[in-house]
Each structure stands twice: as C-alpha cells, then as structure tokens.
C-alpha cells in the first residue's frame, strides 16, 4: 500500500498566553489518503481551525510529526512552508480573504506570482481556473462587485491555480446562503470526483458535513470519532432544501 | 525578473490608489531634492563667478604694493608712500627663482584727446611683460617691445572702454594718433575687453605705454624710477608661497629694514583673495545645503510613517499572500519597491523643480547659477537611498507578520 498523503502522528499544539497553557491538540494521530473527501467537525475551541492551519503549513506543531506527501514538513523553515503552501496546498477561507480593489483575475493569478510559472503559462491557468469553478466573463470585476458565491468561487480558482494535491477548506459555506452554500459543495464535489483532488472541509455545520465521504470530529483537542459515510448527491440535497 | 515587474506594479497600484496621499508623502522629498539641486546650483555659479573675475587679473599673480612705512612716528597702511622702484622689480626678477616674470607700472588719471572726442582715463606706464604678466592679450594691433621701452618711443595700448569713448563704431583705432596730456601718441594696439574686477572697476578703462615713455614724457616724477605697483607671476601655482617668501627677503635686503621695524611694502597674492571668497561662499553652500538635507530627512521619516500606516491597512492582504506562498523577502521586497518608487518619483520631480528653480532664479533675479550634474545625480540617488533606509523599517515589519494573525486581523 502506498504511504497516505496526510500522515499525522501524536501531534500537539500547546500554546502559552501568559501563565496559562491552552492546549489546542492534544495528540492527534490520522491518516488522510490521497483523492479522499474529509469533513472536520467540532464546535469551536475544538483544535479543529488549528489542526487545518497545520495541516495547510501556516503553523507548526509543538510535537509530533506530520508528513505530506511523504515528506516530514513539521520542520521545515518558514521559506520551506512558504513553497508548500505555494506549490501543494490551495486555502479556502470562510471570508473569502480575496485582495481588495484588484481584479478576479489577478487575484487568481497571485499565487503564481510567487512561483516560476512562466507569464503565458499563467495567464493560461488562471483562465484554466475560473473556468473549472463556472466564473467566466466577470474575471476583470473587482471583488465589491461579486456576489458572496462569486467571491467564493474566485477563491477556490485561486485554490486551484497552482494545481495543489490539498485543498483546504476552512468553514467555506458560512458566510453564504443555503443555495449558494449548494453550489459551492458541488464544485467541490466535482473536483474531488473529476480532477482527484484531495479535499479537507471544516464545518461545525452538520447540513454541510453530509456532502464529504468521512467526517472526523474533533473535541477538545482529540479525535472523538472518524466515520465513513455514503455523502449526500445532488438530488437528496434538493429535495431537503426543498422540504 | 517576473516577480520584480509584479511587484512594481503592484506598488504603482498601491500608490495611485491613494493619489493625495502618495503626493503629500513625496513633497518632503520633493522639496528637499529641488533645494539642494537649486542650492547648489546658485552657490556654484556665485563662486565660478567670483573666480572668474579673480582668474581674469592673470594667473598666480602676485602684488607687491608699497607702505606699511614707519617715518618718524607717522605710520601709513599701503600705499602709503612710494617705496618701491624699477630696480626693486628687476631684482625680484634676478634673484627669486619661483618668480617667472615681472612688471611693474606708474599710474596716474590722464584726458586722452581724439578728433574731436576726449576721455578721462588711468594711463599706465609699464614694461613689455605687463602682457604675460596680467595673462592680457590684445585683440587688435600687438603690443609694446622693448625696444620701444629703451627708446621711451610714444606708442600706446588703449583699452576697450577706451576705445568705445573715443572712436566710432567700426573706426580701426590701430595706426591712429591720439593725445595724452598734449604729447602725440601712436595707437599700436587695443586690449582684449577683461570686464569688471570683483569690487566692480572697470578693467577696460585704461591706456598702457612704456614705462620709460611715461617717466619721461607723460606723467613726470619726483623720483625717478619709482613705481606704483610690481606685479609677478609666479611659476607655477604650487610656487606663490615660496615666491612670496622669495620676494619678502629680496626687499627685505634691498630696503634695509631692521628686524624690529615694520615691513615698507606688503606682497599679497590673488589665492589668498580667491580662497577668501571661496571659503565664504562654501559656507553659505554648505548651510543652505544641510537645511535641504533636513529636508530629505524629514520626507523620509514622512515616507516611513505613511508606510507603517499602509502595513497597518494591508495586514490581511499581506496575511493572503502570506497564504499562498509568499515569502518574508517577498513581503520586505514588495514595500521596499513602495517606499523607493515614493522617494524616486519625489526625487525625480524634485530634480525638474529644482532645475527650473535654477533657470528661473538665474533668468529673474540675475544671479549667475551653474547647474551641476553631480549635484542633480547626487541628490536623485540620495533620495532613492533615503526610501531604501525609510521604507526598510516598515517592510521589516510587514515581512515579519504571522500569517495566521495577519489572516484574522480585522
């Protein structure tokens, strides 16, 4: 069998404020296999925001390790982290987190700024992403004249530009209405079935944790459960909005 | 490469979206870089004025003036009293071996008459070597020889301004004969036009004619071989010193004066004069100077605050690109670019402002100005420099942000 594209063993994250240690995770082990579709739930406090932001390099562990890709990234300098994050990791964020007064397209394009990606070629791919996430024809809007969902969905081309094998989706359907909180699940759906790309959600909605084939929940600090299930389709997901 | 033109463009952006601002926060820069260029500038073209006028009495010149004389308990500054004589010159030639030529001369104010026109002038009775001597050469005709000398023949040389009062316009004053104090002169030459001295006096307004000539035939004497003034050149400027040395010990000798008197004559040199002004307007330059380098201080604490306000706005886009794989020295890099595009693009106005400022100052109020490229090249980088040294604070900052605060800032 080959090694899983997430592997994290024992991991912890203590921080310190003042006298006071907070343990965030409190020895985390799990397996995350490459192509999977992983929802992580848990009420907030959990550990859940801070197992994804180790899991996407903006932070490190306090111990343990954890390996992406076979490779050992819980000690890497920050550099280091910077080109993972660049090369292998796409972040979704709940608030969009697209630059102010710049156009779709160019804050599709930002991550290629910061690699070697040859101009032509970046124009090519940034094309290549709004396409994949249904955003033709409004790439030169800037992001105060897109919808909250269009918004969405630039930030998810902007995921995908640097065609990353994780893609992390921090809470990515909570500042959005039902219908379009649809909409985006099924993109990511897609993605996940079509291009095979690796797909971690979290979500302390439950509605939003049927989309995923396994969900992973966190409580204080530790897995409590990590269960595997037939994910909603399209049509259930209708009618439940419908009813 | 790639990366470069993205983040000027990024930081043209960031500029032209708070015009106002970026304009204000230039001004510093602006101001200071057109001060020190329009300083500069003026200071320059005061002292290549100055020497200029100094330059114009000849080169490494010397002037050995008589006086400082005690007789009997009445004491006289220069001038004073006639000391020095012809013979006196011809020993400063014989025995100082930095001096290179000498001349001496005997002036006196004189009507010179021609035709029907007439003009009050300072008739000089020199030697052949005024010529080399005062670096005077003649535009018109030649000048006196020795032979003429010898024979205290009645030849002149007129100055410019001589000329114009006497002659019309287009009238060829050489081979003409003019009248000085009655006796008939032959005009042989006319003197290139020198302009005014630095206190103002006309060069040009004065005749010269063999010293013998005017000893004899013009301007009489009580003593013979007396003279007004000697002038020598030294060698080379590096000799004036010692020639001044050289020439103090030759009178020194000839005039007998004891060690407890006080010198007869005095001998100055125009370098003295000429460092003089020199200092007295670096001075002025250097004061002007540090007050338009304040200034370009002043801007860039101005560029520094401005951009820690604008690291303080963008914290969350610095934390998006943090995010996406930006490194710290992509971060540092990008405000750098911002705070040298401030400072150059000041600077570069500041450059056009500064150089219109020297045209218009040289053009309004008649001042002599002398734009330097040293100065306009210096204070351009200078000012580049002051965003790199300004801006790097700030950027440090930036770079240095934790991206997961940086996400969360609100």
């Known amino acids: 069998m080959t090694e899983a594209l997430i592997q994290v063993r024992d991991l912890w994250k203590i921080y310190r404020l003042g006298d006071v240690e907070v343990q965030a995770l409190c020895g985390v082990s799990t397996d995350i296999t490459s192509g999977e579709f992983v929802a992580v739930m848990g009420a907030s406090g959990s550990g859940k925001s801070t197992f994804m932001n180790i899991l996407g390099c903006l932070d490190r562990p306090t111990r343990g390790t954890y390996r992406l890709d076979s490779v050992d990234v819980s000690s890497l300098s920050a550099d280091q982290r910077a080109t993972i994050r660049n090369r292998q990791v796409g972040f979704v964020f709940q608030n969009f987190n697209l630059i102010p007064r710049t156009s779709a397209w160019e804050n599709v394009e930002l991550p290629l700024f910061y690699s070697d990606v040859p101009l032509h070629e970046q124009h090519r791919r940034a094309r290549e992403a709004l396409t994949a996430v249904g955003l033709t024809g409004r790439e030169n809007h800037l992001p105060s004249q897109l919808s909250g969902g269009e918004q969405q969905r630039v930030a998810i081309a902007r995921a995908l530009v640097n065609r990353p094998s994780l893609l992390l989706a921090d809470e990515p359907t909570g500042n959005l209405d039902t219908q379009t909180s649809i909409e985006i699940l099924q993109i990511f759906q897609r993605l996940n079935r079509e291009q095979g790309i690796t797909i971690v959600l979290v979500t302390h909605e439950p509605d939003i944790a049927t989309y995923p084939e396994r969900v992973i929940t966190f409580r204080d600090g530790q897995i409590i459960s990590d269960l595997q299930q037939r994910p909603a389709t399209l049509r259930e997901r209708t009618s439940v909005a419908a009813g | ?410």
């Open chain 2, 1 to 410: 490469m790639k990366l470069l033109r993205m983040t000027l463009r990024t930081a043209l952006r960031a500029l032209r979206r708070n015009k106002m601002r970026s304009a204000l926060t230039m001004l510093g820069i602006i101001i200071g870089v057109a001060a020190v260029i329009t300083m500069v500038s003026i200071g320059q073209g005061a002292d290549a004025a100055v020497q200029n006028q100094i330059r114009s009495l000849g080169t490494n010149l010397l002037m050995v003036i008589p006086g400082a004389t005690t007789s009997s308990g009445v004491r006289s500054g220069w001038g004073g009293v006639s000391t020095l004589t012809a013979a006196d010159a011809a020993a400063i030639k014989k025995e100082c071996p930095s001096v290179a030529e000498v001349t001496h001369f005997k002036r006196q104010i004189v009507q010179v008459v021609y035709g029907d026109q007439n003009w009050a002038t300072a008739a000089q009775g020199s030697t052949p070597t005024f010529q080399k001597v005062r670096d005077w050469p003649v535009s018109m005709g030649e000048f006196f020889t020795q032979r003429d000398e010898d024979t205290a023949n009645r030849v002149v040389v007129l100055g410019q301004t001589v000329v114009d009062h006497l002659f019309g316009p287009g009238e060829d004053p050489v081979d003409a004969y003019v009248r000085i104090k009655d006796v008939p002169f032959r005009v042989i030459g006319v003197l290139e036009a020198k302009g005014q001295t630095t206190w103002g006096q006309d060069q040009d307004d004065v005749l010269v004619m063999p010293f013998s000539t005017a000893e004899r035939r013009v301007l009489g004497t009580q003593f013979l071989g007396t003279v007004d003034m000697i002038f020598a050149s030294a060698g080379s400027t590096e000799e004036i010193n010692t020639a001044t040395q050289e020439i103090t010990t030759v009178l020194h000798d000839r005039h007998h004066i004891q060690p407890e008197q006080e010198n007869d004559f005095t001998v100055r040199n125009l370098n003295d004069i000429a460092k003089a002004s020199e200092s007295a307007s670096k001075v002025m330059t250097n004061l002007l100077l540090s007050v338009a380098l304040i200034s370009l201080l002043v801007g860039g604490i101005g560029i520094m605050n401005i951009l820690l306000v604008s690291v303080t706005e963008r914290t969350r886009e610095i934390g998006i690109r943090m995010a996406v794989g930006a490194k710290a020295r992509h971060i540092l890099l990008q405000f750098l670019v911002e705070a040298i595009t401030l400072s150059m693009v000041g600077g570069l106005a500041g450059a056009i402002l500064g150089i219109a400022g020297a045209q218009l100052i040289s053009y309004f109020a008649a001042w002599p100005t002398l734009l330097s490229p040293a100065a306009v090249a210096g204070s351009f980088l200078f000012s580049g420099a002051v965003g790199v040294f300004f801006g790097f604070y700030p950027a440090r900052k930036a770079s240095r942000l934790d991206p997961i605060a940086a996400l969360r800032y609100e």
